[in-house]
């Protein structure tokens, strides 16, 4: 969820607005950043920690902490995505947005009371819960771009690459005010 720009400066603005409580650990930004610079060759490691400072400074409380202990006692489908099963226990988290959620089955979520849920469902989920701070984010999000910057149109058209179409489909009845 946070290896896209896109999403994470989405995910950031929806933080800093209180409209969800956005929590993450050194380790989750470890491989999200380890897989942006896999991708993108040409930026630094020094620019990635940049990234990883400013989310941790200005989202304060979202940095999870002294989850470690509980690693060992949790059983995933990958047992490398346990420090994210754990993060979530540690912090009372209701629910993990992930695209992977074949690696977060609800036999292994249901009893910590924790669900999975594909970024589009959770970002429906603000749609339909908190519609005026996620248009408030994502009117911050369109006009603050300037290279390029785009219409609302062709805003609403970057959900679809980024994984999130159907949130783009609800937001269309929305346009005049992104």
């Known amino acids: 969820m946070l290896y896209s720009a896109f999403l994470r400066d989405l995910w950031m603005r929806l933080t800093l607005e209180e409209v969800i409580d ?69 912090c009372r988290a209701e629910g993990i947005v992930t695209f992977n959620l074949s690696d977060f089955p609800n036999a292994a979520l249901e009893p910590h009371n924790v669900k999975a849920m594909h970024p589009d469902d959770a970002l429906l989920g603000l749609i339909d819960t908190q519609l005026e701070g996620l248009l408030k984010a994502l009117r911050q999000q369109r006009t603050q771009l300037k290279n390029p910057a785009l219409s609302a149109n062709d805003f609403l058209a970057q959900f679809a690459r980024h994984g999130v179409p159907r949130c783009a489909e609800r937001l269309v009845m929305h346009i005049a005010e992104i």
């Open 22 to 90: 956005a929590r993450w650990t050194h380790q989750i930004h470890e491989e999200w950043t380890r897989n942006a610079q896999k991708n993108h060759p040409t930026s630094t490691p020094q620019q990635w920690a940049r990234i990883v400072e400013l989310m941790d400074y200005h989202a304060g409380a979202a940095l999870v902490t002294g989850f470690e202990d509980l690693i060992d006692q949790l059983s995933m489908p990958d047992p490398d995505d346990r420090h994210v099963m754990a993060a979530a226990i540690q």
